[in-house]
């Protein structure tokens, strides 16, 4: 059966399931934690085992409409998913870093099937119960499920832009999504920061930071 033209084959081989064979391992992966508003998502992710899909990689190597297109694939196929997220006012408290791990937390808190083993993309995890985890740099491109977990984070985690956007019109969150471009830097000099940026975060570059307290004086 011919394949839909809208997603190219992303890689030579597809990729492995899993880190470890014959184990239902959880992938999980954030989304988000670089942004200036918004939350950090993440996703735990449980794929068959042996389950390949050529389609599948890192989220950030593919375009929104693949992503899309895979988002529900990925929900059909997993054994089990879930997806989490810590909010602007936790970021701030906690910092990303802890943030980012606490959603992760939360989305394997939701998986409706214990995994026998964890895989983070990165470096930096805490355990969690007593489930053995291992840190994979670079694992959204490596592995399976840890890639489908960065599908689902991003892909959760843009739609919750979308409509933050029709919230908080001019900060062009339908397209940067948050992140510090030059376009959202700009609109936070001009009108502020909204409820749900990130108070800890460098908002503005210290020129333009100086810039906007001088014209409030």
């Not at 602007?88 to 959603?103: C, T």
Request: proline residues 6%; contains cysteine.
């Amino acid at each position: 059966m011919k394949k839909s033209s809208a997603i190219n084959k992303s890689q030579s081989a597809p990729l492995p399931s899993s880190t470890t064979p014959f184990i239902l391992e959880a992938g999980c992966d954030e989304a988000g934690r670089g942004c200036l508003a918004g939350p950090v998502f993440a996703a735990a992710v449980i794929l068959p085992d042996g389950y390949t899909n050529e389609l599948l990689n890192d989220s950030k190597k593919l375009t929104a409409r693949q992503r899309e297109l895979l988002r529900p694939i990925i929900e059909r196929d997993a054994v089990a998913w879930a997806v989490a997220s810590c909010d602007h006012s936790e970021i701030d408290s906690i910092n990303i870093l802890n943030a980012s791990i606490l959603a992760m937390h939360r989305a394997l808190d939701k998986l409706e099937v214990v995994p026998g083993a964890i895989a983070v993309d990165g470096n930096r995890f805490k355990a969690y119960k007593d489930i053995p985890h291992a840190t994979v740099v670079k694992g959204d491109a490596r592995f399976g499920n840890i890639a489908a977990a960065s599908i689902l984070a991003k892909t959760y985690r843009d739609e919750f832009m979308d409509n933050a956007a029709k919230k908080y019109p001019g900060y062009n969150w339908e397209v940067n999504k948050g992140y510090p471009t030059r376009d959202h830097r700009a609109a936070i000099a001009e009108l502020g920061p909204t409820p749900i940026h990130r108070m800890t975060f460098r908002l503005l570059p210290d020129e333009a930071a100086q810039k906007k307290s001088k014209k409030e004086i």
